[in-house]
């Protein structure tokens, strides 16, 4: 029996660093439910519990996630950078169609703070920018779908929210410097697990 009105908070939440895709959300709460804990919620980078977590279950859930290679962060800041991560990694890989929105609000609406702040302190920690990350994603998102062969180069393109396929073709040459019917037609996976972009 879980209250799902509980609202998150430093006292029972848990910030996860490494967690990019449902498997990974799959994962942190098959480990927290052997633990005995009955998580209220678990989605990329966070899970939240139905009471405060002290200092023994904070280190029985590190312990446990740690041979999957999740580990859990405590200092406030590297918790804003695996939010920002996981807010762009959602919406490039999972909210299919979502990528017309404006970055900038769209991070600021989801993480519920000021985009100039949260840029910049992406930067000084990362020392990337938001932007260079967003259009690693995308990248990576294009290699997919070429992988799968399913859509055409103006799809993926569309998709993803270029202007254009010469425009994506270009961003994706000056990456890998490949092009995407050059990295179609290779078939070798070239693609890179999300937590390494």
Do not use: W
Not at 71 to 90: H, M, V
């Amino acid at each position: 029996m879980t209250d799902t009105n509980i609202i998150p908070n430093q006292e029972n939440a848990l910030h996860i660093k490494n967690m990019v895709c449902n498997r990974c959300i799959m994962v942190v709460k098959n480990q927290l439910e052997q633990l005995g804990l009955q998580p209220v919620s678990v989605e990329l980078g966070i899970a939240i519990l139905p009471s405060k977590i002290t200092d023994e279950v904070y280190h029985a859930v590190k312990v446990s996630l740690e041979p999957f290679g999740f580990e859990l962060i405590d200092d406030k800041k590297s918790q804003i950078i695996e939010q920002i991560k996981d807010a762009i990694i959602e919406l490039v890989h999972y909210n299919d169609n979502d990528l017309k929105v404006n970055l900038s609000d769209y991070l600021t609406t989801k993480l519920n703070r000021d985009y100039s702040s949260l840029s910049k302190l992406f930067s000084e920690v990362t020392n990337t920018t938001i932007e260079k990350y967003l259009i690693a994603q995308k990248i990576e998102r294009a290699k997919e779908l070429l992988v799968y062969g399913e859509l055409s180069l103006n799809e993926i393109a569309d998709k993803l929210n270029y202007s254009s396929a010469a425009y994506l073709s270009a961003q994706f040459k000056s990456i890998t410097g490949l092009t995407p019917s050059y990295f179609k037609k290779i078939k070798e996976n070239k693609r890179k697990p999300l937590d390494e972009v």
